[in-house]
């Protein structure tokens, strides 16, 4: 359901495999309502989540927990939550590695003005808005987002040998010609091809522009009112036992990893992810990301993390030519784990405000 939400047929095919590898009911993946009702239940958390994460309210996580029959826990809750919110972010590392080499099937219509325009240009007065033409929509088919490579390269052999390991041991075909499932063994790759529209129930629901320069005021996610390090991390560790010292550790490591091009870029580029998510750091000029990040990185960046599906096809590939590949691996950690921790912060402030209510 989460990877579905950015077309992401890489994830949904591997989910896909892993879910039958441990005995999962195959009528389920025909599609979203095939699935059992409580799961379905998550549909719209999880399109929330995916695009508008602003829009994540008391009222979805109310839903959720009294449903009668098909309700949810609170440890059950933020289990699924950090799932989706997981999910979600990986999207965007994949098709920012250029790992999911399929075009989407039914690709999802931008809306709010293009991927060059945030709330940090608003607030700076940053130039005016870039015009339609750089929509994902307008304009011409592109190469993958990253320049090809040998990682690349590599991952794209393995899958065409599993797919020629698939036609040997012979074919089965499940779910009305929408699956295709090998039993393998375990060190052998498993190869999946589902739909993905098959578990999205609303293809129209996209990324919308959290700020828009017209308006007199933002209702913005302040980092002081309620951050990660002081509210998240407890309340997640409290209702999901040690997942909260297990997401920490990751976005501890995230921090720490060396940068050649300073921690000042890496600050600027974590504050712009949030930025577009609506979330503010009072402590943060953010006349400093128009500084450090040029037109096009921020093209990119924005491109990956609101319009994933889109970033390998039609939008500009990351800049900056003389990045090695491990440092444009690094930008496309920096981007996951930002935005994953954007969603789990809205997630989270919300069930604290269902909590205390």
């Not at 797919?163 to 075909?173: I, T």
């Amino acid at each position: 359901m989460a990877a579905a939400r950015h077309h992401c047929g890489y994830l949904v095919s591997l989910h896909s495999a892993q879910f039958l590898r441990v005995g999962g009911d195959p009528l389920w993946l025909q599609g979203l309502e095939s699935a059992p009702p409580r799961l379905r239940h998550l549909d719209h958390i999880n399109k929330v989540l995916a695009h508008r994460p602003w829009l994540t309210a008391r009222s979805h996580i109310q839903a959720l927990l009294k449903n009668g029959e098909q309700c949810w826990s609170l440890a059950e809750l933020v289990q699924a939550v950090v799932l989706l919110a997981h999910c979600h972010a990986l999207c965007s590392f994949v098709f920012g590695s250029g790992a999911d080499v399929d075009p989407p099937q039914t690709p999802r219509v931008p809306l709010g003005t293009p991927p060059g325009y945030c709330y940090c240009d608003a607030a700076n007065g940053n130039g005016a808005v870039p015009p339609p033409s750089n929509a994902p929509s307008d304009r011409t088919p592109r190469r993958r987002s990253l320049d090809s490579s040998c990682e690349v390269a590599c991952l794209r052999e393995r899958i065409q040998k599993a797919q020629e390991e698939k036609e040997r041991r012979g074919e089965r075909l499940l779910n009305s010609q929408t699956l295709l499932y090998t039993d393998v063994d375990e060190e052998d790759e498993l190869v999946c091809a589902a739909d993905p529209s098959r578990f999205d129930s609303d293809p129209a629901f996209g990324y919308q522009e959290f700020a828009r320069r017209e308006e007199d005021h933002f209702q913005v996610f302040r980092v002081q009112d309620y951050s990660w390090e002081d509210h998240g991390f407890s309340l997640a560790n409290r209702l999901y036992s040690d997942i909260g010292h297990l997401l920490d550790d990751r976005f501890r490591k995230v921090a720490a990893l060396p940068s050649p091009r300073g921690p000042d870029l890496k600050r600027a580029i974590w504050n712009y992810i949030h930025c577009m998510f609506g979330i503010r750091y009072d402590d943060y000029d953010y006349g400093e990301v128009n500084q450090l990040l040029e037109r096009g990185m921020k093209l990119y960046i924005k491109s990956v993390t609101c319009f994933p599906d889109a970033s390998k096809g039609p939008l500009c590939p990351l800049p900056w030519a003389p990045l090695k590949p491990a440092e444009k691996v690094h930008i496309n950690v920096l981007i996951m784990e930002a935005r994953l921790q954007a969603e789990l912060l809205y997630a989270l402030r919300a069930i604290t405000q269902y909590m205390i209510a």
